[in-house]
């Protein structure tokens, strides 16, 4: 079983191999399904955006049964994402929380734009439009669209936050080292993730 630190060392050596075209696709094997089918233990859970762009088994060149993925645009934390969260950590057990927003997320740009969107909608960019607030204050001078991705940033780093405050579970299992939660950024055109560190 991983540590945190080592299911981090993981993600970080899958996203190496991802970025220098030298991904290993590992366990996708009929093996790896039977082994699986037995049960799964990831060790680590990812909570990515819904875009297309962004898949985090290929970003981090990991296979069946190795990470937990939920995707929602705009990686914010609702109340359904929370759940899994949490199923992933309890039942699951996984050692390490990514929280993974992206380079050019059409959704960041929306609210950053006030662009009109649909009620449903209008839940994620009322999320997007607190980290639009930190992202002002933070860097005040930025072009539009280097600001867009400062509000990107800054919104993973807002769902991390907020799992952390909303879920008993998760503030216990961080307390006893069992788990840790980052967040991280990732280029779409580089492939590169950036880990935005930080404690929560
Ligand atoms: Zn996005």
Redesign the pocket.
């Given at each position: 079983m991983l540590t945190p630190q080592q299911a981090l060392e993981e993600l970080k050596a899958g996203n190496r191999r991802f970025v220098s075209g030298r991904s290993l696709f590992p366990n996708v094997s009929p093996e790896r399904r039977k082994e699986t089918f037995a049960g799964q233990k990831p060790f680590a859970t990812i909570i990515a955006?819904?875009?297309s762009r962004?898949p985090p088994s290929y970003i981090f060149d990991q296979g069946l049964g190795d990470i937990f993925v939920i995707r929602v645009?705009?990686?914010i934390c609702g109340k359904t994402v929370l759940a899994s969260v949490e199923l992933g950590a309890d039942h699951c057990v996984t050692k390490l929380i990514v929280v993974l927003?992206?380079r050019k997320?059409?959704?960041?740009s929306m609210a950053v734009k006030n662009s009109p969107v649909s009620e449903a909608v209008r839940e994620i960019i009322n999320k997007i439009k607190h980290a639009e607030l930190t992202a002002k204050l933070k860097n005040p001078d930025l072009s539009e669209d280097d600001f867009i991705e400062a509000v990107s940033r800054e919104n993973a780093r807002n769902t991390a936050a907020e799992l952390m405050k909303r879920s008993i579970l998760i503030k216990e299992k961080t307390i006893r080292g069992e788990l840790e939660i980052t967040a991280a950024w990732y280029d779409i055109e580089s492939g590169e993730v950036e880990w935005l560190g930080g404690h929560y």
């Open positions: 955006c819904s875009d962004t645009a705009g990686n927003g992206h997320c059409g959704v960041v």
